[in-house]
């Protein structure tokens, strides 16, 4: 768990090389939009692994080690940063921060993710110290994410998106401070308090952990704003769904989609000719949602050809 002896270059460089590839692919798949790509950066990630190998140590009071694998974390987290704010650089005008779906579920992280994340922590710190469900490790590593938040924020930077990068930011921040806690008190129970030495008096140990617990407090107030903000934007999504339906419901124009954010409403629908008066959809949103609702209407024209084929028997 420790870089350190030895063996210590060939695991940085195995740390370096594996953090590298798993940033490319992580930021490819952010920019393409695809969900697969990011889990396989996700699997081969070793970000975990230094945070892990942090609360092990405040955990034995080995204060060297917690401050050599905290900065082994601080130069990760800056290397995938940057590698991917070169990427996003190196293709502009290509990402979409509104229709992508890998960017918009990482931007507004809300309670429940930190809720997952203790979860997941404390499973990771189980799985590190038996090799008898070690299996379980790459389920951990996706249900925790480290790098794809890191690449967001990199991606965000590149093309000047500051509150998608500061949410993505937040992300990991939550992820990271959850593996801190719940890894921390995993291990403890499962007495590794035992091994520790004269470097970090039990005192000190209790006030580091105490520090991470008040930071997680700290970190859970904006998640449950955010939560309580995407829970509203949910809520008038149908509204607005609900009010739209009605209004074409006496046409052959359907409802293909619907966008909330804060006051903000965009709905898009489509179909043959022209639409119903926009007006008196407007007056159903606002005596809905008030008149200080902003709402954009996109009309999608939509034709339909046939051609029938000749039957064989035909003249």
Known sequence: MFFEGPRRRPYLERFGVLLFLATVIATVGIISDSTATVIGAMIIAPLMLPIMATTAALVMGQMGRAIQSG?????????VIAVSWLMGVLYPDVVSFTDNSQ??????????DLIAALAAGAGGAFAMSRDDVADSLPGV???????PPLCVVGVSLAYSQWDAALGALLLFVTNAL?????????????????AATVELRGHARRNAFIAILISVF?????????GRQVVRELQTQFLVRQIAVDWLAETDFEVRGVQVVGDATSLTISGPGTPPSFDELVASLEESLGP??????ESIASQKQIHRGTSAGGP
């Open 71 to 79: 900065l082994l974390v601080i130069t990760g987290v800056a290397s």
């Open 103 to 112: 960017i918009t579920a990482r931007i507004s992280p809300r309670l429940l």
């Open 141 to 147: 590593a996706i249900a925790i994410s480290l790098v």
């Open 178 to 194: 959850a593996i801190l806690l719940a890894g921390g008190g995993v291990l403890a129970l499962l007495g590794l308090a035992r």
């Open 218 to 226: 700290i970190v859970a107030i904006p998640l449950t704003l955010t």
């Open 292 to 297: 200080s609702a902003t709402i954009e209407l």
